[in-house]
Protein backbone atom coordinates (compact mmCIF):
# COMPACT_ATOMS: atom_id res chain seq x y z
CA UNK A 1 0.00 0.00 0.00
CA UNK A 2 1.30 3.35 -0.82
CA UNK A 3 1.88 6.09 1.53
CA UNK A 4 0.40 8.88 2.46
CA UNK A 5 2.27 12.76 1.71
CA UNK A 6 1.18 15.53 3.96
CA UNK A 7 2.55 19.36 3.20
CA UNK A 8 3.17 22.31 5.54
CA UNK A 9 3.35 25.43 4.36
CA UNK A 10 3.35 29.29 4.80
CA UNK A 11 5.46 32.22 5.10
CA UNK A 12 8.37 33.25 7.44
CA UNK A 13 7.31 32.70 11.26
CA UNK A 14 4.16 30.68 10.73
CA UNK A 15 5.50 27.91 12.95
CA UNK A 16 5.80 25.35 10.06
CA UNK A 17 8.75 23.63 12.07
CA UNK A 18 6.82 23.93 15.20
CA UNK A 19 3.72 22.04 13.97
CA UNK A 20 4.95 19.53 11.59
CA UNK A 21 6.91 18.01 14.63
CA UNK A 22 4.17 17.59 16.78
CA UNK A 23 2.23 16.41 13.82
CA UNK A 24 5.53 13.49 13.19
CA UNK A 25 4.57 12.81 16.96
CA UNK A 26 0.51 12.34 16.56
CA UNK A 27 0.96 10.24 13.58
CA UNK A 28 3.06 7.66 15.38
CA UNK A 29 0.96 7.65 18.52
CA UNK A 30 -1.41 6.20 15.89
CA UNK A 31 0.88 3.11 15.02
CA UNK A 32 1.90 4.43 11.79
CA UNK A 33 5.57 4.94 10.40
CA UNK A 34 5.88 8.42 9.69
CA UNK A 35 9.19 10.35 8.34
CA UNK A 36 9.18 13.55 8.77
CA UNK A 37 11.46 16.18 6.55
CA UNK A 38 12.02 19.30 4.92
CA UNK A 39 13.11 21.21 2.00
CA UNK A 40 15.45 22.56 1.22
CA UNK A 41 18.31 20.45 2.73
CA UNK A 42 17.02 17.22 4.26
CA UNK A 43 19.33 15.23 2.16
CA UNK A 44 23.23 14.62 2.09
CA UNK A 45 23.27 16.80 -1.29
CA UNK A 46 20.59 19.00 0.01
CA UNK A 47 22.23 20.41 3.39
CA UNK A 48 25.29 21.45 1.02
CA UNK A 49 22.86 23.10 -1.60
CA UNK A 50 20.59 24.33 1.87
CA UNK A 51 23.85 26.24 2.92
CA UNK A 52 24.30 27.81 -0.30
CA UNK A 53 20.55 29.35 -0.64
CA UNK A 54 20.22 31.01 3.09
CA UNK A 55 23.94 31.97 3.40
CA UNK A 56 23.47 36.15 3.70
CA UNK A 57 26.64 36.18 1.49
CA UNK A 58 24.58 35.30 -1.72
CA UNK A 59 22.61 38.14 -1.36
CA UNK A 60 23.06 38.94 -5.09
CA UNK A 61 22.21 35.55 -6.30
CA UNK A 62 20.38 35.81 -9.34
CA UNK A 63 16.47 34.19 -9.16
CA UNK A 64 16.91 32.00 -11.73
CA UNK A 65 19.75 30.15 -9.84
CA UNK A 66 18.02 30.29 -6.81
CA UNK A 67 14.94 28.34 -8.69
CA UNK A 68 17.26 26.15 -10.01
CA UNK A 69 18.92 25.24 -6.77
CA UNK A 70 15.66 24.32 -5.16
CA UNK A 71 14.99 21.97 -7.48
CA UNK A 72 18.42 20.46 -7.72
CA UNK A 73 17.41 19.93 -4.27
CA UNK A 74 13.92 18.73 -4.84
CA UNK A 75 15.51 15.92 -7.07
CA UNK A 76 17.34 14.67 -4.72
CA UNK A 77 14.78 14.83 -1.83
CA UNK A 78 11.93 13.17 -3.68
CA UNK A 79 14.58 10.18 -5.27
CA UNK A 80 16.29 9.49 -2.36
CA UNK A 81 13.73 10.25 0.80
CA UNK A 82 10.28 11.06 -0.10
CA UNK A 83 9.15 8.36 -2.49
CA UNK A 84 11.20 5.40 -1.06
CA UNK A 85 9.37 6.35 1.89
CA UNK A 86 6.19 6.22 0.06
CA UNK A 87 6.74 3.07 -1.36
CA UNK A 88 7.50 1.62 1.76
CA UNK A 89 3.96 2.86 2.71
CA UNK A 90 4.45 4.99 5.70
CA UNK A 91 3.21 8.66 6.29
CA UNK A 92 5.47 11.81 5.00
CA UNK A 93 5.11 15.09 6.26
CA UNK A 94 7.39 17.68 4.99
CA UNK A 95 8.06 20.98 5.97
CA UNK A 96 7.67 23.05 2.18
CA UNK A 97 7.57 21.24 -1.11
CA UNK A 98 6.46 22.81 -4.27
CA UNK A 99 4.08 25.37 -3.06
CA UNK A 100 6.88 27.05 -1.44
CA UNK A 101 8.74 27.54 -4.74
CA UNK A 102 5.50 28.50 -6.25
CA UNK A 103 5.10 31.48 -3.49
CA UNK A 104 8.71 32.72 -3.14
CA UNK A 105 10.23 32.06 -6.72
CA UNK A 106 7.02 32.62 -8.20
CA UNK A 107 4.98 35.30 -6.52
CA UNK A 108 7.99 37.01 -4.38
CA UNK A 109 10.27 36.94 -7.02
CA UNK A 110 8.53 37.20 -9.96
CA UNK A 111 9.50 34.37 -12.21
CA UNK A 112 7.05 32.65 -14.97
CA UNK A 113 4.82 30.56 -13.61
CA UNK A 114 4.92 28.36 -16.11
CA UNK A 115 8.26 27.45 -16.80
CA UNK A 116 8.28 27.13 -12.89
CA UNK A 117 5.92 24.46 -12.77
CA UNK A 118 7.34 22.89 -15.88
CA UNK A 119 10.87 22.49 -14.11
CA UNK A 120 8.89 21.66 -11.20
CA UNK A 121 7.42 18.51 -12.53
CA UNK A 122 10.39 17.09 -14.01
CA UNK A 123 12.07 17.62 -10.23
CA UNK A 124 9.18 16.12 -8.42
CA UNK A 125 8.57 13.06 -10.85
CA UNK A 126 5.16 12.54 -10.26
CA UNK A 127 5.00 12.61 -6.31
CA UNK A 128 2.23 14.90 -4.88
CA UNK A 129 0.60 15.65 -1.75
CA UNK A 130 -2.53 14.29 -0.92
CA UNK A 131 -2.61 16.88 2.05
CA UNK A 132 -1.10 20.66 2.50
CA UNK A 133 -1.76 22.50 5.38
CA UNK A 134 -1.17 26.41 4.81
CA UNK A 135 0.09 27.79 8.32
CA UNK A 136 -1.30 31.41 7.27
CA UNK A 137 0.16 34.60 9.49
CA UNK A 138 0.20 38.72 8.78
CA UNK A 139 3.84 38.63 7.54
CA UNK A 140 5.08 41.48 9.77
CA UNK A 141 3.51 39.14 12.50
CA UNK A 142 5.31 36.40 11.17
CA UNK A 143 8.80 38.40 10.31
CA UNK A 144 8.41 39.21 14.76
CA UNK A 145 8.01 35.86 15.41
CA UNK A 146 11.38 34.71 13.71
CA UNK A 147 13.30 38.23 15.06
CA UNK A 148 12.19 37.16 18.70
CA UNK A 149 13.86 33.92 18.01
CA UNK A 150 16.85 34.90 16.38
CA UNK A 151 16.55 33.96 13.18
CA UNK A 152 18.09 35.64 10.60
CA UNK A 153 18.96 33.96 7.31
CA UNK A 154 19.30 35.36 3.41
CA UNK A 155 15.49 35.49 2.62
CA UNK A 156 14.28 36.45 5.85
CA UNK A 157 16.24 39.78 5.07
CA UNK A 158 14.00 40.25 1.87
CA UNK A 159 11.83 43.42 2.58
CA UNK A 160 8.24 43.00 4.12
CA UNK A 161 6.65 43.30 0.38
CA UNK A 162 8.39 40.47 -0.46
CA UNK A 163 6.83 38.18 2.31
CA UNK A 164 3.44 40.05 1.43
CA UNK A 165 3.52 38.65 -1.68
CA UNK A 166 4.34 35.65 -0.82
CA UNK A 167 1.57 35.31 1.42
CA UNK A 168 -0.76 36.30 -1.45
CA UNK A 169 0.71 33.24 -3.73
CA UNK A 170 0.27 31.10 -0.79
CA UNK A 171 -3.44 32.14 -0.38
CA UNK A 172 -3.57 32.35 -4.59
CA UNK A 173 -2.70 28.58 -4.41
CA UNK A 174 -5.51 27.41 -1.26
CA UNK A 175 -8.17 29.52 -4.11
CA UNK A 176 -7.12 27.30 -6.81
CA UNK A 177 -7.19 24.28 -4.35
CA UNK A 178 -9.23 23.99 -2.20
CA UNK A 179 -9.37 20.45 -2.00
CA UNK A 180 -5.43 19.76 -1.39
CA UNK A 181 -4.32 23.36 0.53
CA UNK A 182 -6.41 24.08 3.84
CA UNK A 183 -5.64 27.35 5.30
CA UNK A 184 -5.02 27.28 9.02
CA UNK A 185 -4.88 30.40 11.29
CA UNK A 186 -1.37 30.35 12.36
CA UNK A 187 -1.74 33.65 14.87
CA UNK A 188 -3.47 31.80 17.48
CA UNK A 189 -1.92 29.67 19.94
CA UNK A 190 0.02 26.87 18.90
CA UNK A 191 -2.97 24.55 20.68
CA UNK A 192 -5.53 25.80 18.90
CA UNK A 193 -3.47 25.46 15.83
CA UNK A 194 -2.34 22.01 16.02
CA UNK A 195 -6.15 21.01 17.22
CA UNK A 196 -6.88 22.28 13.84
CA UNK A 197 -4.11 20.60 11.91
CA UNK A 198 -4.93 17.58 13.90
CA UNK A 199 -8.41 17.16 12.62
CA UNK A 200 -7.39 17.75 8.86
CA UNK A 201 -4.49 15.20 8.94
CA UNK A 202 -7.47 12.46 10.19
CA UNK A 203 -9.32 12.88 7.19
CA UNK A 204 -6.30 11.14 5.26
CA UNK A 205 -4.64 9.29 7.47
CA UNK A 206 -5.26 5.59 7.66
CA UNK A 207 -6.17 3.58 10.79
CA UNK A 208 -3.44 2.99 12.74
CA UNK A 209 -1.66 -0.16 12.89
CA UNK A 210 1.31 -1.99 14.88
Known amino acids: MRGVFITFEGI ?3 GKSTISEMASRYVASKGLRVVGTYEPGDTAAGREIRTILLDPAHEGMHPLTE ?7 RAEHV ?3 IRPALDRGEVVLCDRFTDSTVAYQGFGRGLDLKTLRD ?3 V ?6 PELTILLDIDARAGLKRNSRAGKRDRLEMEDTGFHERVREG ?3 IARSEPERVKVVDASRPVD ?7 ELMDRVLPDGRA
Not at 67 to 73: E, G, H, I, P, T
Not at 192 to 198: H, I, L, P, S
Open 12 to 14: EGA
Open 67 to 73: LLLYFAD
Open 79 to 81: HRL
Open 119 to 121: IDA
Open 123 to 128: ARDGVW
Open 170 to 172: FLS
Open 192 to 198: AVFAEVR
